[in-house]
């Protein structure tokens, strides 16, 4: 084969693991190849566009890919349309999407709630958000800024609430920085069964983190990990550079209760996390708080517990929070009664101690550890403390 005929080879090849690549990625980004590599909104997308204008007016502002006169930035270019962030749609476009505040330039999350289906979420989620509970430090709630109603849509609102991260999403870099989140979370379930108000769906979805305290770059809400305007990737500090808070999140399943009722039933709704015991093969009503213990620690045993090492300090706590008989399962009070007994034993060594994947190979613990034993000796010298928490 000559020159030139190699050459061309060597073309083609390329061009075929570029496509290749460019179709990982839209499976990866889309969940398949979208009609929005043609510059077509999708179905469900197209009531953000109809309602553009109408939301600019009440003072929020979506990306350019939902304007009414939106052309794609890449047509009549050479650029790859993956590599164009008005190529990408929201993760739930027919519920969710992001925004900006124009009076103050924040970020916002627009939640459009039918009301025959949810008819409780509203309510409650203005009930943690108003005085006096907004101002408790151990509510954990997302707040809402405001609820709009959709002016064609009688049964619906909008609510607008802060746009928040998913609290996995950054790696956690230490112990410490588990604890403190689990501290949280706790301490927001507590607060709402306190007030008895049951979650029903407090799974790993609903668990969200105020990222913005923790990225340098403003995040984009569908690639967490670029730019806001795709330009290049995201800039982030540890959790112990810069403590984050954690929120809890959609209220569409949650019930509120008498304070008289002691143990309310309920029929079971079924949220995310389709592992509860007392829903399996069964109708009959049940109590849903016990439910919530088992939700939140059936998230910390699949995100924490069973896939990294370390974490056999909470794992008797956690293996009780999702015992088989509810009844058996301790209430949020008792949780972070024993939560905080543990907390106080953990010594510093073992919180500054490197959160370690199981699935972790040699080759990336030697890197990922030697870059953790710089942190941690950075911030052993400056005093920063092994446990992260927010100044306010």
Same mark, same amino acid.
């Given at each position: 084969m000559g020159l030139r005929s190699k050459q061309k080879a060597a073309k083609e090849a390329e061009a075929r693991r570029e496509e290749a690549l460019v179709a990982q990625l839209e499976l990866a980004v889309f969940g398949g190849i979208r009609t929005a590599k043609h510059g077509q909104l999708g179905e469900s997308e197209v009531w953000w566009s109809q309602h553009y204008q109408w939301l600019k007016d009440s003072g929020y502002l979506l990306r350019p890919r939902y304007a009414p006169d939106w052309t794609p930035s890449w047509q009549g270019t050479k650029r790859?349309?993956?590599?164009?962030? /008005?190529s990408l749609? #929201? /993760?739930?476009p027919?519920?969710?999407l992001d925004g900006t505040r124009l009076s103050d330039g +924040?970020?916002?999350a627009l939640k459009r709630v039918k009301k025959a289906d949810h008819p409780h979420e509203v309510d409650i989620a203005q009930f943690f958000s108003s005085a006096p509970l907004a101002g408790e430090i151990a509510n954990h709630c997302i707040p809402i800024h405001e609820v709009l109603p959709i002016p064609d849509e009688e049964e619906s609102v909008l609510i607008i609430m802060p746009l928040l991260g998913d609290y996995a999403e950054l790696p956690f870099d230490t112990i410490g920085e588990t604890v403190e989140c689990f501290r949280q979370l706790f301490e927001g379930l507590q607060f709402m069964h306190k007030h008895r108000v049951a979650h029903r769906d407090c799974m790993s979805r609903n668990i969200m983190v105020d990222a913005s305290s923790l990225y340098v770059d403003a995040f984009h809400p569908v690639v967490p990990s670029m730019k806001r305007d795709?330009?290049?990737d995201a800039r982030f500090r540890t959790r112990t550079q810069r403590p984050p808070k954690y929120f809890l999140i959609d209220f569409g399943l949650s019930r509120r209760y008498d304070h008289s009722v #002691? +143990? &309310?039933?309920g029929v079971p709704i079924w949220g995310g996390d389709k592992h509860v015991p007392e829903f399996q093969n069964s109708n009959a009503p049940c109590d849903p708080f016990p439910t919530d213990v088992f939700y939140l620690g059936n998230a910390i045993k699949n995100d924490f517990v069973d896939p990294n090492l370390g974490f056999d300090f909470i794992q008797p706590l956690i293996a009780d929070m999702v015992q088989q008989d509810p009844s058996k399962r301790p209430t949020m009070d008792e949780v972070v009664k024993r939560f905080d007994t543990i907390r106080a034993g953990l010594r510093s060594w073992k919180l500054r101690s490197r959160v370690v994947d199981k699935r972790e190979s040699v080759f990336e613990g030697v890197i990922r550890g030697t870059s953790h034993w710089i942190r941690r000796i950075g911030f052993v010298a400056r005093g920063v403390p092994a446990v &992260?928490?927010?100044s306010s």
């Open positions: 790859n349309w993956t590599t164009c962030e /008005d749609p #929201a /993760d739930f027919s519920r969710i +924040k970020y916002v795709y330009s290049g #002691a +143990k &309310p039933l &992260p928490r927010r």
